[in-house]
């Protein structure tokens, strides 16, 4: 597809479980972002990878929080443990390279811990 | 703390109608602003974006004037359509390099038919 995807589109989960979202950005984008929306509420920055540097995982919110990038262009978001306050819409998106500030958005996973 | 807002949670416009949403912000380094629409149930879309440098920037049927001097953004469209109706928000950013993007809480824009 042309557009950043996203998998699951929908995760119910219990509370304790850990959870894997999975984030195919576009076809040579090198700049990976993930954000995290919880219900009415703007968009919180997460986790920031570029390249091959050091991601900016300065959004995090625990270290129950962790994301990788394999190869340049798959990311994985992983919750461990999650809480209830977890349940939210998690987002990634895309953009060409450092210097594009574009960033293109996937629909989403909604995630909902009981 | 940085933070963007929005003065108006909801609005509703006649479809034809031209529609302003406003939004302040409060990083006087943020030097990238940008309006991305949000449909229900899907990722936001971008609309239209202006730099610090620039006072006005206009795309179809949408304008993006920013007052730097009072922080203010506005996101006008023109002649407003039912596939109008949406949660637009603002974003800023003020470290190029590190594209991440702090977000208000959004505006629900609603066109009345």
């Known amino acids: 597809g042309a557009g950043v995807s996203q998998s699951p589109s929908n995760k119910v989960t219990e509370k304790g479980k850990d959870v894997e979202l999975r984030c195919d950005p576009i076809?040579?984008?090198?700049?990976l972002y993930w954000y995290r929306q919880s219900l009415g509420q703007g968009l919180e920055f997460l986790i920031y990878?570029?390249?091959?540097?050091?991601?900016?995982k300065s959004g995090l919110p625990s270290d129950r929080f962790s994301a990788e990038r394999t190869g340049g262009s798959v990311s994985t978001l992983t919750i461990q443990r999650t809480q209830q306050e977890d349940s939210a819409v998690y987002l990634c998106?895309?953009?060409?390279?450092?210097?594009?500030?574009?960033?293109?958005f996937g629909p989403g996973t909604r995630l909902t811990v009981l | 703390g940085e933070s963007v807002g929005l003065h108006l949670p909801t609005l509703s416009v006649q479809e034809g109608d031209n529609s302003i949403i406003n939004c302040a912000y409060s990083?006087?380094?943020?030097?990238?602003f940008i309006w991305y629409k949000q449909e229900s149930g899907k990722g936001p879309q971008f609309i239209i974006d202006?730099?610090?440098?620039?006072d006005k920037r206009q795309g179809q049927r949408v304008t993006v004037l920013l007052n730097k001097t009072v922080k203010h953004l506005s996101l006008q469209i023109a002649a407003t359509q039912p596939g109008d109706s949406a949660v637009y928000f603002c974003?800023?950013?003020?470290?190029?390099?590190?594209?991440?993007?702090?977000f208000g809480t959004g505006t629900r824009l609603t066109i009345i038919p």
């Open positions: 998106a895309s953009s060409i390279d450092r210097d594009s500030r574009e960033q293109f």
């Open positions: 076809s040579g984008h090198t700049a």
């Open positions: 990878f570029q390249g091959n540097s050091a991601p900016d």
């Open positions: 990083n006087s380094a943020s030097d990238y």
């Open positions: 202006i730099r610090s440098n620039m």
């Open positions: 974003a800023e950013n003020s470290n190029f390099g590190n594209e991440k993007l702090t």
